[in-house]
């Protein structure tokens, strides 16, 4: 039996948030890894592990929100793993602060935000595309 895709508006707009969301992320962690001597020091003690998988996951929200547009259920496996690894690299970036590594109180709220939007991404593509 065929799944019947709903693709209303609810879709749509989540996925478009999550493709600006994605180019956000890439520009400014791009400016953040690769940027001027300024823009390096502007992220004080930022966590490099942190840094550079928000960089890369980036990509991902692009490519993930490509395909919630397209109505791709690949698009919601991938929101569904970029919500799995934000809260493992979170969980590891605990484990490094509860060691005594210097950290960036932003970096909390960071993480935070992004597991909750790519979770209601991930929500609301799961009710739209279905999933199997």
């Known amino acids: 039996m065929e799944l019947k895709k709903r693709s209303g508006w609810g879709l749509r707009a989540v996925a ?3 493709l600006a969301f994605g180019l956000l992320t890439i520009l400014s962690g791009g400016n953040a890894l690769f940027g001027s001597a300024a823009a390096r020091a502007a992220v004080g003690n930022a966590v490099p592990f942190v840094l550079w ?10 490519a993930a929100a490509v395909g919630l547009l397209m109505l791709r ?3 919601l496996w991938l929101s569904v793993a970029i919500v799995i690894a934000t809260a493992l690299v979170f969980i590891a970036f605990g484990i490094y602060v509860q060691l005594g590594g210097l950290f960036e109180m932003r970096t909390v709220g960071a993480m935070i935000l992004r597991i ?3 979770g209601i991404i991930a929500l609301v593509a799961r009710r739209s595309l279905g999933g199997r």
């Open 73 to 75: 259920r690949w698009g």
């Open 116 to 118: 909750g939007v790519w």
């Open 16 to 18: 478009m948030a999550g």
């Open 53 to 62: 998988f928000n960089f890369l996951a980036g990509f991902a929200y692009v």
